[in-house]
């Protein structure tokens, strides 16, 4: 982290995001400040005996302790990772015109440890377990409410934190699986209907991402062959990744992929994975990253036409230099 900075040429690190005070404490609150000699971690000491663990002793917070810190140390670039503008226009102008924006944190959560990396097999395995036990159910007649329910149910019964996602599992059916993202609705699901499931499981704070569309009954030959292709094309996709390639090629695969069937790709072939659901790197056109070990991310080639769609993703990790679906 130290190193990052002075690389960054900032004299210190404001840490005010919820999600990398966790990445650098194990607590998602208090408020953290690094420079160049040290680190200072502010919380409420209520929370004081979920930081026994945390690699840096926590000192009681107040209102006023990060602006005199900063003023009394003299920093003149303060790096800050995320601050709403209400608490940017009520800080000390002083202060103000030493901020600047940084992605110091957001940078270094690309790659995960080995415990980053037990904890996303781990929500990996929650998921891929409740996907299989519904795709082995009868979905037919439940409404989009109801399988969504049932879902979420059974990822927190197997030990999901939450759900991954801020509103929920994605559970489009019929006509409503023509849009990449769409609302719960009361939908009945009925016998010919594609339904795209996107869903996951948090485990220790880190999240798992995967996507499947189920074939509800008989469904028409040009349903049928659409779903087929989405997972043809994400299983090779899978098998042109390496470490060390350039993960706009990836895109570049599948989007000439999907081209090439007459339709267009309206979003990312996939996205990072961690303690948010999506982070860096971004598997998409302007991504000028390499894959690099210890690297979670997305893969989701998806195709929707006017009356419906089909997607299909995995969360994938690369561990000593090889490449391992997390999802299967």
Same mark, same amino acid.
């Given at each position: 982290?130290?190193?990052?900075i002075?690389?960054?040429?900032l004299?210190?690190l404001l840490v005010t995001?919820?999600v ?6 194990g607590?998602?609150?208090?408020r ?6 040290g680190?200072?971690?502010w919380?409420?000491p209520v ?9 840096v002793?926590?000192?009681?917070s107040?209102?006023e ?5 900063i003023?009394?140390h003299?920093?003149k670039?303060?790096?800050v990772?995320?601050l709403?503008l209400a ?5 000390d102008?002083?202060?103000r015109?030493s901020?600047?924006? +940084?992605d %110091?944190?957001e940078?270094?959560r690309?790659?995960?440890d $080995? @415990?980053?990396?037990a904890?996303l ?11 299989r036990?519904i795709?082995e ?6 409404t989009?409410?109801q399988?969504?329910?049932a ?5 927190r ?5 939450r759900?991954?996602?801020s ?5 489009m059916s ?6 990449p ?7 009945r699901i009925r016998e010919?209907?594609?339904v ?10 880190y999240?798992?991402d995967m996507?499947?569309t189920l074939?509800?009954g008989?469904v028409p030959k040009?349903?049928?062959n659409?779903v087929g292709?989405?997972?043809w094309l994400?299983?090779e996709?899978?098998l042109r990744v ?5 993960i +706009?090629? %990836? ?8 081209? $090439? @069937?007459?339709?267009a ?5 996939g ?5 948010d659901?999506?982070e860096r ?9 390499v894959?690099?070990?210890g690297?979670v991310?997305t893969?989701?080639p998806?195709?929707?036409t006017t009356?419906?769609?089909a997607r299909?993703e995995d969360t994938?990790a690369?561990?000593?230099?090889k490449?391992?679906?997390l999802?299967r």
């Amino acid at each position: 982290m130290q190193s990052a900075i002075v690389n960054a040429k900032l004299d210190a690190l404001l840490v005010t995001s919820d999600v990398n005070v966790r990445y650098l404490t194990g607590l998602e609150s208090g408020r953290l400040i690094v420079w160049r000699d040290g680190v200072t971690f502010w919380l409420n000491p209520v929370y004081n005996g979920l930081a026994v663990d945390a690699p840096v002793k926590p000192i009681a917070s107040g209102k006023e302790l990060v602006k005199g810190f900063i003023l009394s140390h003299r920093f003149k670039r303060v790096g800050v990772d995320d601050l709403p503008l209400a608490a940017y226009n009520a800080m000390d102008k002083k202060i103000r015109k030493s901020l600047q924006p +940084s992605d %110091i944190c957001e940078n270094l959560r690309k790659i995960k440890d $080995k @415990k980053e990396l037990a904890a996303l097999t781990r929500a990996s395995k929650v998921a891929a377990s409740v996907m299989r036990a519904i795709e082995e159910s009868r979905v037919a007649e439940m409404t989009e409410f109801q399988l969504a329910a049932a879902i979420e149910c059974e990822i927190r019964r197997l030990g999901s934190e939450r759900p991954p996602f801020s509103n929920g599992m994605l559970c489009m059916s019929g006509p409503n699986s023509a849009y990449p993202h769409a609302p719960i609705t009361n939908r009945r699901i009925r016998e010919g209907d594609l339904v795209i499931i996107d869903m996951g499981a948090v485990c220790d704070g880190y999240h798992s991402d995967m996507t499947r569309t189920l074939m509800v009954g008989d469904v028409p030959k040009e349903k049928f062959n659409l779903v087929g292709f989405v997972d043809w094309l994400k299983e090779e996709a899978i098998l042109r990744v390496e470490q060390g390639g350039k993960i +706009s090629e %990836i895109h570049k695969y599948i989007d000439d992929e999907i081209k $090439k @069937k007459g339709y267009a790709f309206p979003h990312l072939s996939g996205h990072g994975v961690g303690l948010d659901i999506h982070e860096r790197p971004s598997v998409g056109p302007d991504e000028k990253d390499v894959f690099q070990n210890g690297m979670v991310f997305t893969i989701e080639p998806g195709i929707y036409t006017t009356k419906y769609g089909a997607r299909s993703e995995d969360t994938l990790a690369i561990i000593k230099g090889k490449v391992k679906v997390l999802t299967r």
